[in-house]
């Protein structure tokens, strides 16, 4: 029982990583019906810019809540304005081409920031980038205090991490469902076309929605780096890959079905490495995305639409 | 086109190979051993983008996935090798008898990733796109991944000390072999129904093209010459670890068929040849390496999304130096 709770705990915890990720995902899907396989690169960038103002700001001697703070909001900058950039000069001049085109320039931008940031830092920066290969270790912000529920353990930082995404996941809804930018998005993402006839600025719309959606994976690579504090280029890989996995878990392109898909994902893949093999964990996803196109491919919340001819 | 005699048409089949066949011999010859892995890597190079092309390009799926089935393939010809190391079929010398033993290994590399590739076309019967592109990245990475947890294959390690069987007069028969299937394919009335479900899915199967099976039958020839890649590779390197077959490798081919133009044999042969040579050149440069396929794609995708050829095969661009082959296609 014991065990069972404590993967729980794991699982949630992974899970809402995963959410704020695939939130990225799903946005642009709905907007843009493009997978941007750079939004797990985006969430790498996150990381090392939280690394680089952490490091600037001094958070190691004496952090604040101030400082955690500017990271925060620095990192989601800086996020937000290479998620436009990316749209801006990669995908929007292939808007009106074949679909195929667009996803293999979102490869190539996912490898340009993977392997650019891999590259011998430059001389005469003041900060060492790119950073290289080796790992870097990101600085911790306060001490970790481990508690013991009913045998789980369970640390702040684990806290912290659920109540921020869980925030972050409250505000978004809010801004979906409750503000014009939110509604023009949706519009958007129903018909393109019209919603561009009814004077809503879709560009505009796309563009934030990118914004939007890097943000929350900068909020998501804080979030993991706080607890696990090592980080390297390739790191946006995986996590991105699954977190699209749990995207189209919850129907690719609907905002509450990327959130149960990320916590679905989360809660399988340390149940199923917790009791079984633990190496097996980055099957696990692969495994649950082709059984879920192959049992139900517009995914749990998604709508099917028929094929026109 | 009248209908060749069976003595011509079984000639025209072969051709290929007889006049390839003393040219590699004396390749194999002459080159020198720096010289000669390049060329290697070139065949192999070669062998991976052309039978990715059938998937890509002729039926216009889109696979992320070759590595896997190139390592079930040196996986599998591997193992043979190794447990046939030292053994003389029917009693000829090891002479005779090794390049037999390695001509079925590759074989049977080639049968099971075939069987991979049958595997991973099933799921595209559904998925189009960009779904069946995570997919099969998916299921090359869950091939990685049990490979790395299985102790018959060597786990993460993988299996050194295969016998050296590869030289430059296998792998160039090899390439020849799958530029020759891709060319005959493309022409065939099957490769006819890939290139109708590249250009109109709906279509062709209004048009009464089983969709399903010709998209199947894409990944089925394409995996199984990815293994005889793989295995031809691997027996050169004279060792097999998981760490050789990752997404990278996949992607690698995939900008080679991308750079070349989809659909395109030519293209892709040519895309392969002077990625492989251009990328020794970077070899001082390491880091620069993918920085420089990832551009490459950006680029690429921004001016000329078709690639270099588009669909369409070199002679087509000088009819007049080709004359006799632009007329009888």
Known sequence: MTQFLQHLVNGLSLGTIYALIALGYTMVYGVLKLINFAHGDVYMVGAYSGFYLANALGVEKEPTLVKAGIVFVGSMAICGALGYVIERFAYRPLRHRARLTALITAIGVSFLLEYGFQLPSWPGLPIPFPPGPTPRFFPTPFARVEWNVLGVSLSNYDVISLLVAVAFMVALQLIVYRTRFGTAMRAVSFDPQVAGLMGIPVNRIISGTFVLGSMLAAVAALLVAGSRPRIDPLMGLMPGLKAFVAAVFGGIGNVPGAMVGGLALGLAEEYVAGYTVSSYRDAIAFAMLILVLLVKPEGLFGRSRAEKV | ?329
Do not use: C
């Open chain 2, 1 to 329: 086109m009248p209908v060749p005699s069976l003595p011509g048409a079984a000639l025209r089949s072969l051709l290929p190979f007889l006049v390839g066949a003393p040219i590699l011999v004396a390749v194999q010859a002459l080159a020198p051993p720096e010289q000669a892995i390049i060329l290697v890597n070139l065949g192999v190079n070669v062998i991976l983008a052309v039978s990715l092309n059938v998937v890509n390009g002729f039926t216009g799926q889109f696979s992320l996935g070759h590595a896997g089935f190139m390592a079930v393939g040196a996986y599998t010809s591997a193992k043979i090798t190794v447990a046939m190391a030292g053994f003389d079929i029917a009693g000829l010398p090891p002479s005779l008898s090794d390049p037999l033993v390695f001509a079925l290994a590759l074989a049977a590399g080639m049968a099971m990733a075939a069987l991979a590739g049958f595997v991973v076309g099933l799921p595209s019967l559904r998925l189009r796109g960009d779904y069946l592109a995570i997919v099969t990245l998916g299921f090359g990475e869950i091939i990685r991944v049990v490979i790395e947890n299985t102790r018959f294959l060597g786990q993460a390690t993988g299996i050194p000390g295969l016998p050296p069987r590869t030289n430059l007069v296998w792998v160039g028969m090899g390439a020849i072999g799958t530029i020759a299937m891709a060319r005959r394919l493309g022409g065939s009335s099957h490769g006819r129904a890939m290139l109708s479900i590249r250009e109109d899915e709906i279509a062709a199967e209004a048009m009464g093209v089983d969709t399903t099976g010709y998209k199947v039958r894409a990944f089925v020839i394409a995996a199984a010459f990815a293994g005889l890649a793989g295995g031809l590779l691997v027996h050169y390197i004279l060792l097999v670890s998981p760490r050789m077959f990752t997404f990278v490798r996949s992607m690698e081919v995939v900008a080679m068929v991308v750079l070349g133009g989809m659909g395109s044999v030519t293209g892709s042969v040519l895309a392969a040849t002077v990625l492989t040579v251009a990328l020794e050149w970077l070899r001082e440069v390491e880091g620069w390496r993918m920085v420089m396929y990832a551009l490459l794609l950006i680029v690429l995708m921004l001016t000329r999304p078709e690639g270099i050829f588009g669909t369409r095969e070199i002679w087509d661009l000088w009819p007049r130096l080709f004359k006799r082959r632009a007329k009888a296609a």
